[in-house]
């Protein structure tokens, strides 16, 4: 995951290839894609298609050595599928990546473009050794 534009380009198509699924299946199948960068990416994907789709405000996937991985959706205080520790690390490192984010705390606005549209997702990282978190907020 090196190139940040391309994992950039490569997230939106995955929107793109995945806006007429139900994004919550989908997510539910990651955990078995044996490519993890790949499956990395399709989650992220499914994560805004999802946040799009039902009005969220914040979607935010953490993993720490005390609680394993978290994955939670804000306007409704459910947990969404969890595409699994190895996976969910990479989650973390190609948002981090995409978004430019550095140090232990930051946040950035990422314009991101849906098919034919286009908005302003707020991201914000938490790193700390080898925990992390990350939180997408929607408009």
Known sequence: MKDTENLHLKVQGLCDCF?????????????????????????IALAILHGINNNGQE???SKT???????AAE???TELPS??????????????NISHLEG???ETTLAFGIRNNSMDL?????????????????P
């Open 19 to 43: 806006a007429t699924n139900d994004p919550l299946k989908e997510m539910s199948k990651i955990q078995s894609d044996s490519d993890t960068d790949e499956a990395a990416l399709k989650w």
């Open 59 to 61: 979607i935010t996937i």
């Open 65 to 71: 050595k005390s609680d394993g991985v978290k994955v």
């Open 75 to 77: 306007y409704r205080k």
């Open 83 to 96: 595409p699994g520790g190895p996976i969910t690390e990479k989650i973390i490192n190609a948002v981090r």
């Open 104 to 106: 232990n705390k930051a």
């Open 122 to 138: 707020r991201i914000k990282s938490e790193h700390e050794g080898s925990d992390g978190k990350i939180t997408i907020q929607f």
